[in-house]
């Protein structure tokens, strides 16, 4: 899941040297917790959060199948 996550963020930005996931588990929820330059957080947030929106929604699906629970914050 993280990798699907830096996947979609390193296509989306300008410097996809900037991105960084950041992977933390507590009480059988995994947070990542994704970070880019920014110049690029508009990019990855899009108008009124729909990009933002997708890539939880993909993240999430991708973890149905691993059976496990995932939340996603842009910081």
Do not use: S
Not at 11 to 40: F, H, M, S, W, Y
């Amino acid at each position: 899941m993280k990798d699907l996550l830096i996947l979609l963020a390193k296509n989306l930005v300008d410097d996809p040297g900037a991105v960084n996931v950041v992977e933390e588990e507590q009480n059988g929820i995994t947070t990542l917790r994704l970070k880019v330059a920014p110049d690029d957080m508009g990019k990855v947030i899009g108008k009124q959060g729909r990009i933002a929106r997708a890539i939880r929604t993909l993240v999430k699906a991708a973890a149905i199948n691993e059976e496990k629970k995932v939340n996603v914050e842009i910081i």
